[in-house]
């Protein structure tokens, strides 16, 4: 693995220069990978590893089945730098944890068309227009009508 | 052991030798009395108008009806109210009316019989009951409840549930009891080990195909099969195989089927076709392919039809319009009367905080039994739209904006002094109360104008023989009649419920009806004899063969319209009634034929109250009027109106006339208040305020009373109740809530004198629209619905 | 751990005001703390949907006016104990919005302006002011 890594390394500085292979594992988060061990274990791992999907929102979804600690076959590679587990829509959570070997591409058909809105991940701590208020809540913007009659106007 | 005297329903039978009814006895009353030789004249004399019911109930089991004194409704609190009224009646049916009394002599031609009682053992006690009663009366007498499902007291017998079994000695097996007549000497056991096995075993195979949607379903909580299952279903099923699936029926905007809930009790199919008179429901099919259906796609067109919601045991057929809108426990029950149309049906207004969520009948042997109209039952969505709830001014654009009551009423006096007295005119509409009335009779009286009427009534009613304008033979009394006819009026449409009883009495005792006005089916056998006046001249002449079968008749009817008070010869019609009414001697010490039906419910109210005409009052020229007073009066169209007449509404709905308006005072609906309305026999009732008013909307006679101290004519009272002291003044009847007045019968002299002549007119319609009578139902989407669905019919 | 402090604040006690001098500086330490609360408190109760900083703050110091004319530093004490007491109670939420909003928004004079809004007596019948208020007589 370390050959590997070394081996993919050195083709970067070859392609890009060494300040430009620099820059490329900063952004590519090599080095917040080296203080992170998650993120670690699913950055440094590209030998024998299949990319298996990426979902909607950028993250990608690996897998490699020899060589590996039973139950660590399966992992993701979130796309954002503060990642957070929440980013993970059901479709793909299903994969991730074993619970089918199908990919959502493959579940695609059971997926129900008349309902069900577009996974969104936690929005804690960005803002209060993220925040959900029930309805009838003070700061709920749309206020309930308590009234349960209708008066009549006259025509204008 | 000795015989325990018990207090019981006794149903009449028909004498098997007379033609006459025998009379047997009240139906409460002792046993010991009844089988006492001779005690039961006494004891019919004293029982009042409500025995009379059991005798016609009677001439239903001639044809294997029975009928069962205490009914067991569709959820308990009609059987409470039943009971209520079953020790109410002692007061109410007493003798101290002349009408009851009448009726009572009625009944006094007929003779207990004390062979006719037999006495039976439910559960090691002996009881006394009337021949011909059933083994499940017979426990009902004996105080023990029997669970059913099929049988109603008020339906044929079917016996094809099962679950009332009960053990008879000396019989193999379980007898279903619904449908076993008793016998003298009969052992009957209802709380055997047997029995609760076998009622078990039935309600183990009636869950067979009923789904388990009790949470989802809107009879849960006040479902018979629920409630039995509590005591005789298992905890667990051993059913495993595929529950069956049935396609569910339309039966139109009002009835929601969901057919796999059915059990086949064939309730609904029974109260089609013998109390509703439409033969469209029927069992299609056998065994486990048993289903009810309409034969073919055909709504189910019957004015009565809702009932068969509360005629159903389980979740079938339930509520269109207030499907998965509540569930019966978080409702609010509220006693009260429908408007919708004179005969003021006796109703349950159930309501969530300021919602009316749903109007049942309330039973009232008297007025409506158990049953209500589609219009009373369903147009209570109308009560939450279009509703006026600020008192609003036409501005000098033409525009109504809304004012604080105090501007409105300012304005509305003062429009009142700058006309002439002679120039006012008011209306009272088709929903007014008493109360509000009175107080506005008072009112414009005191601001001298005299020109007053009740919607329905006519310009020029004639409010002074209270027997002219009544159903003299009372609602529950029209049973008895052997004939009738019925002149310019469609029954059915006008009073669905005084219809039922008519039918009622073609169908048990085979009176003969014939019809002179527009032809309608009125779902019984009927003869139309055309719609112009000249038939009923020629009864009236005696020419017409009909008029030899009123004569030949033992309780002869005619039943008056008041579509007739909007003809030009209104007096030579009533004159030629009249002299049918003596040709065939309607008119006796112990039964008044004549009947005249309205078909508003302030109508007679108003009426007793003299809110007619004075005799200064300009009659037919509307286009003097300057100022005019609309208390919920809708029917006048713009053109009647003058344009430069200064018209106030007074109302709960912005139905036609409020468009019209220049000021608009919000008052508030009868489910909002207190009132009293008179029904078209002369009963008073009143109804009771079940949800909040809306709002800035105030009582009726409030505003008129807050609107006569700005008139400077303050009226004396400041309390519902001194309105009410003033009506015992004016009308002491309308004081003496629940209680039927009879009106004085017209002496036999007194034919009225034909001003005018009769004219070759046909008769007109007077309802349109069965559905959409009133500012209520006309706002109501649900009555729109049965509108465009039952249009065609 | 602010609210611990807030207790412990709350609850200390020193001796009584030896002199009006004292009792007087007392107090107007108290009102400058209460104003010091005050950003806190229109935040914490959204009260600024219904009346502005400057304006609660002259309604407090209205409140504090009323007992100018107590001159035993005894009863002052007591008064800005339970100032104090009310403060803190608002600080740690220990009352409601309608509650801030009925005392000190709307005040009890407020409460009866309020009663008497649209009823302006022009000698009418005890009918029609009960008329004008509402359809329950």
Redesign the interface.
């Given at each position: 693995m370390a050959f590997a890594l070394v081996r993919s390394a050195l083709g970067a500085i070859k392609e890009k220069g060494l300040k430009g292979a620099f820059r490329a594992a900063k952004e590519e988060g090599y080095f917040a990978a080296l203080l992170d061990g998650n993120l670690a274990n699913s950055k440094f791992r590209i030998d024998g590893v299949k990319l298996v999907g990426v979902d909607k929102a950028g993250n990608r979804y690996y897998e490699k089945m020899s060589h590996v600690q039973h139950g660590r076959h399966r992992w993701v590679v979130y796309a954002d730098k503060v990642y957070n587990a929440s980013a993970i829509p059901p479709e793909w959570h299903g994969w991730l944890h074993h619970i089918t070997d199908h990919t959502p591409e493959q579940l695609e058909g059971l997926r129900p068309s008349r309902y069900g809105v577009e996974h969104m991940k936690n929005r804690t701590g960005e803002g209060e227009q993220y925040i959900y208020h029930a309805k009838g809540h003070a700061l709920n913007p749309n206020k309930r009508d308590w009234k349960r009659y209708e008066e009549w106007r006259p025509v204008e | 052991m000795a015989p325990r005297c018990r207090r019981y329903s006794l149903p009449l039978r028909r004498s098997s030798t007379g033609s006459a009814p025998r009379r047997l006895a009240s139906p409460v009353v002792d046993s010991a009395s009844i089988c006492g030789a001779g005690s039961g004249v006494a004891a019919a004399e004293g029982s009042g108008s409500r025995g009379l019911h059991s005798g016609v109930a009677w001439y239903a089991g001639i044809r294997g009806q029975l009928y069962e004194g205490k009914g067991r409704g569709k959820d308990g609190s009609k059987q409470v109210s039943e009971s209520y009224k079953w020790s109410s009646g002692m007061s109410l049916g007493g003798v101290r009316h002349a009408r009851t009394a009448s009726v009572a002599a009625v009944g006094a031609k007929f003779t207990a019989n004390p062979e006719d009682c037999i006495e039976v053992s439910v559960d090691g006690s002996n009881v006394t009951i009337a021949k011909g009663m059933t083994v499940l009366q017979a426990c009902e007498v004996a105080g023990i409840d029997i669970p059913r499902f099929c049988y109603h007291p008020r339906l044929s017998i079917a016996g094809n549930c099962r679950m009332c079994l009960v053990e008879v000695e000396k019989t193999p097996k379980p007898v279903a009891s619904c449908a076993l007549p008793a016998m003298p000497g009969m052992k009957i056991k209802t709380n055997t080990p047997l029995v609760k096995k076998a009622r078990e075993g039935v309600m183990e195979f009636l869950l067979i195909n009923h789904p388990l949607d009790c949470p989802i379903c809107d009879q849960g909580g006040e479902c018979d099969l629920q409630d039995q299952s509590m005591v005789y279903g298992s905890d667990r099923g051993r059913f495993i195989e595929a529950k069956r699936g049935v396609v569910d029926k339309n039966l139109g905007p009002l009835v929601k089927t969901v057919m796999t809930r059915c059990i086949q009790c064939t309730r609904c199919v029974r109260f089609a076709s013998e109390i509703a008179g439409v033969q469209d429901l029927g069992v299609l099919g056998r065994g486990g392919a048993e289903e009810i259906g309409t034969y073919v796609e055909k709504l189910m067109v019957s004015e009565l039809s809702g009932n068969v919601i509360d005629v159903c045991p389980v979740g079938a057929l339930t509520a269109k319009p207030s499907a998965f809108t509540a569930r019966s426990w978080e409702l609010k029950s509220t006693e009260s009367i429908d408007v919708s149309d004179a005969v003021g049906a006796n109703i349950r207004i159930d309501s969530r905080g300021p919602e009316v969520m749903r109007i049942l009948p309330r039973l009232n042997e008297e007025v409506n039994e158990e049953w209500i109209s589609d219009k009373a039952r369903f147009s209570y969505d109308g009560l939450k739209r279009q509703r006026l709830n600020e008192p609003m001014i036409r501005n000098s654009e033409g525009q109504l904006e809304p004012v604080s009551w105090a501007k409105a009423l300012k304005t509305v006096a003062e429009a009142a002094h700058k006309v002439n007295p002679a120039e006012m005119a008011a209306i009272a509409g088709k929903l007014s109360d008493a109360e509000s009335m009175m107080a506005l009779k008072d009112l414009m009286n005191r601001l001298g104008c005299e020109r007053l009427w009740v919607e329905g009534n006519g310009e020029n009613a004639d409010a002074d023989l209270r027997s002219n304008y009544l159903v003299n033979t009372t609602i529950a009394g029209l049973e008895y009649t052997d004939a009738c006819l019925l002149v310019g009026t469609e029954l059915r449409h006008e009073a669905p419920l005084l219809n039922h009883r008519l039918r009622k009495a073609v169908r048990n005792s085979r009176a003969k009806v014939a019809s002179i006005g527009p032809e309608l089916d009125l779902h019984f056998k009927c003869e139309h004899l055309g719609n112009s006046s000249d038939a009923l001249l020629s009864i009236a002449q005696g020419k017409h063969p009909f008029a030899q079968v009123l004569s030949k008749a033992k309780f002869p009817s005619i039943i008056v319209g008041s579509g007739v008070l909007q003809r030009s010869d209104k007096d030579a019609v009533l004159a030629a009634v009249q002299s049918i009414v003596q040709q065939a001697n309607m008119i006796r010490d112990d039964w008044n034929g004549y009947n005249f039906l309205l078909l508003n419910a302030a109508q007679a109210a108003g009426l007793d109250l003299g809110f007619v005409p004075g005799a200064r009052a300009p009659v037919g020229d509307k286009s003097s009027i300057k100022f005019l007073y609309l208390m919920g009066a809708d029917d006048l169209t713009p053109e009647d109106i003058p344009a430069d007449a200064f018209v106030v509404y007074q109302g709960h709905h912005g139905d036609r006339s409020a468009y019209r308006a220049n000021v608009i005072l919000p008052g508030v609906a009868y489910s909002e208040k207190e009132g009293t309305y008179e029904n078209t026999e002369g009963r008073t009732q009143q109804t009771s305020p079940a949800v909040p008013t809306v709002g800035d909307a105030r009582d009726d006679w409030k505003i008129v009373r807050a609107l006569s101290e700005f008139a400077g004519v303050t009226l004396p009272y400041d309390t519902v109740n001194g309105v009410r002291a003033r009506m015992l003044a004016v009308a002491p009847n309308l004081f003496r809530v629940d209680e039927l007045e009879p009106a004085t019968p017209l002496p036999k002299e007194s034919l009225p004198e034909s001003k005018t002549k009769l004219e070759s007119l046909p008769f007109k319609k007077v309802v349109d629209n069965f559905y959409m009578t009133d500012a209520i139902s006309r706002a109501s989407k649900t009555m729109a619905q049965c509108t465009a669905a039952f249009s065609s019919s | 751990m602010a609210l611990s402090w807030n207790i412990a604040r709350a609850t200390s006690t020193k001796a009584s005001s030896a002199s009006m001098e004292e009792a007087r500086h007392r107090t107007l330490e108290f009102f400058r703390e209460a104003c010091r609360a005050l950003p806190q408190l229109m935040d914490r109760y959204?009260l600024d949907e219904v009346i502005t900083q400057s304006q609660l703050r002259s309604k407090i110091a209205a409140q504090f006016r009323k007992h100018a004319a107590v001159t035993n530093p005894k009863i002052v004490d007591m008064l800005v104990f339970k100032g104090k007491e009310e403060l803190q109670y608002c600080l740690d939420h220990a009352k409601q919005r309608h509650h801030l909003i009925s005392t000190y928004v709307v005040g009890s004079e407020g409460q009866v302006a309020l009663k008497k809004l649209?009823t302006v007596d022009h000698g009418?019948?005890?009918?029609?002011k009960n008329?004008?208020q509402s359809?329950l007589f």
């Open positions: - | - | 959204n649209g009418e019948s005890k009918f029609l008329f004008y359809n």
